[in-house]
């Protein structure tokens, strides 16, 4: 009896190909995915994505992934980081503001 896999974990796999540059055959072997149901993902993803793509510009509208790979979580650690750096330079700007306004009222 065929397994039946979601949409977003098919997209998932999809991704794991297309933009982590994973090999078909190597996932089709970790996953225990048939190659051909695994190339027929992909090949129906790139067509997805190219037609969602052209889409989202007219737009100016994204999606948000389910499950996401790891270059998800490194776009998504190199922005906390930024957000880091401005809130701790924000701070400290507040910090010599309060210290210059703290000693003019003696």
């Not at 149901?37 to 389910?66: A, D, H, M």
């Amino acid at each position: 009896m065929p397994k039946h896999y979601d949409s977003e974990y098919k997209k998932y796999v999809c991704r794991l190909v297309v933009e982590e540059n994973r090999k078909i055959a190597e996932l089709s072997r970790e996953l225990d995915i048939s190659y051909s149901t695994l190339e027929k993902w992909v090949r129906s993803y790139r067509n997805q994505e190219k037609w969602r793509q052209t889409s989202q510009k007219k737009r100016g509208t994204s999606t948000i992934p389910v499950y996401k790979t790891p270059s998800d979580y490194e776009k998504e650690i190199k922005q906390q980081e930024k957000e880091v750096a401005r809130l701790q330079e924000e701070n400290a700007i507040l910090k010599k503001a309060m210290h210059v306004f703290t000693q003019n009222q003696e």
